[in-house]
C-alpha cells in the first residue's frame, strides 16, 4: 500500500523552528519528486516546496523562502521540511505529497498524500 | 504567478443532480490541470490529472475538460459521498505551484 506518514507537528512559539517529516512506503521513492502543501484553518491549500527525485531541483513558496528548508533522504524514503523564524501566519495543517512519474518525465501534480500534520505557532 | 479562479465558491445541490465546477487560468497552462476532492478533515484526494485524465480508482461520473485557460469538472449524478469541496491547480508554470480557491458542494 502507498503511504506516506508525516510527522513533528506541534505547538512552537514566534520565532521558534520546527522540523517536519514525511515517511514514505510502498513506492519506489527516489523515482519521484515530493513536496510539501499547507492549508491554514478553514482555508484553501497553498503549496509550500517541492524537490525533484535526486534533489537536484529545489523550490519555495515566497511566502516561506529564505526561513524554510526541504530536503529528502532517499536510504531513508524519508522528506522533511526544516521550518525556522516561525510566524503566526505558518499555523496550518502541513501535508506531504508525491508527485507524479510518467515515463521519464516528472509532474508536479499531488499522489498520494499524507493525513497532515497540524503546525501552530502562537504565544 | 498563475493565478487559478474558481467558481463559484460554493453551492447547494441534491443527490442526482449534475453538477459543474469551472476553473479558469490567468494565462495559458495548455492541459497541465488537475482536480482534487478534500472532505472534511481529510487530505485532499486526487481525482483528474492532464484535465481529463480520470485517475485510478475514481468513479466514472467524475469528468474533466477544457485547455489553455478554461476547465471544468463535472459530476454527471451527484452521490451523498460527493459533498465535499473541491480544488483546481496547475502545474504547467513554477515556482509557484498554484490551486483555486476552492469550490464547497453543500446539500441543498
Known amino acids: 500500500e502507498v503511504q506516506l506518514v508525516e510527522s513533528g507537528g506541534g505547538l512552537v512559539k514566534p520565532g521558534g523552528s520546527l522540523r517536519l517529516s514525511c515517511a514514505a512506503s510502498?513506492?519506489?521513492?527516489?523515482?519521484?519528486?515530493m513536496n510539501w502543501v499547507r492549508q491554514a484553518p478553514g482555508k484553501g491549500l497553498e503549496w509550500v516546496s517541492s524537490?525533484?527525485?535526486?534533489?537536484?531541483?529545489?523550490y519555495y513558496a515566497d511566502s516561506v523562502k529564505g526561513r524554510f528548508t526541504i530536503s529528502r533522504d532517499n536510504a531513508k524514503n524519508s522528506l522533511y521540511l526544516q521550518m525556522n523564524s516561525l510566524r503566526a501566519e505558518d499555523t496550518a495543517v502541513y501535508y506531504c505529497?508525491?508527485?507524479?512519474?510518467?515515463?521519464?518525465?516528472?509532474?508536479?501534480?499531488?499522489?498520494?498524500w499524507g493525513q497532515g500534520t497540524l503546525v501552530t505557532v502562537s504565544s | 504567478a498563475i493565478r487559478m479562479t474558481q467558481s463559484p465558491s460554493s453551492f447547494s445541490a441534491s443527490t442526482g443532480d449534475r453538477v459543474t465546477i469551472t476553473c479558469r487560468a490567468s494565462?495559458?497552462?495548455?492541459?497541465?490541470l488537475a482536480w482534487y476532492q478534500q472532505k472534511p478533515g481529510k487530505a485532499p484526494k486526487l481525482l483528474i490529472y492532464?484535465?481529463?485524465t480520470l485517475q485510478s480508482g475514481v468513479p466514472s461520473r467524475f469528468s474533466g475538460s477544457g485547455s489553455g485557460t478554461d476547465f471544468t469538472l463535472t459530476i454527471s449524478c451527484l452521490q451523498s459521498e460527493d459533498f465535499a469541496t473541491y480544488y483546481c491547480?496547475?502545474?504547467?508554470?513554477?515556482?509557484?505551484?498554484?490551486f483555486g480557491g476552492g469550490t464547497k458542494v453543500e446539500i441543498k
Open positions: 510502498g513506492f519506489t521513492f527516489s523515482s519521484y519528486s
Open positions: 492532464a484535465a481529463s
Open positions: 524537490i525533484s527525485s535526486s534533489s537536484s531541483y529545489i
Open positions: 494565462q495559458g497552462i495548455s492541459s497541465y
Open positions: 491547480q496547475q502545474y504547467y508554470s513554477y515556482p509557484p505551484l498554484t
Open positions: 505529497a508525491s508527485g507524479a512519474r510518467v515515463w521519464a518525465a516528472e509532474y508536479n501534480w499531488f499522489d498520494p
